[in-house]
């Protein structure tokens, strides 16, 4: 609840304000683990990262799916 309070909303978009590392610790997994996911998530366009940390989702139902 916390990070979706703290998220931007940008109509289609959603930006985490949080980097990869604090993910992984919230999901109580490795950086390592959380890293493949975000890679395979990228590679699928379901979310964009940037050099700032930051996490943009690009396609909120993709990413429950």
Do not use: W, Y
């Amino acid at each position: 609840a916390a990070v979706e309070a703290a998220c931007a909303d940008a109509g289609d978009e959603t930006v985490l304000p949080v980097t990869q590392s604090m993910l992984a610790t919230l999901a109580g997994v490795t950086r390592q683990t959380a890293n493949k996911f975000f890679d395979d998530a990228e590679a699928a366009g379901v979310i964009r990262r940037d050099a700032r940390g930051r996490i943009t989702v690009s396609d909120r139902p993709g990413l429950q799916a």
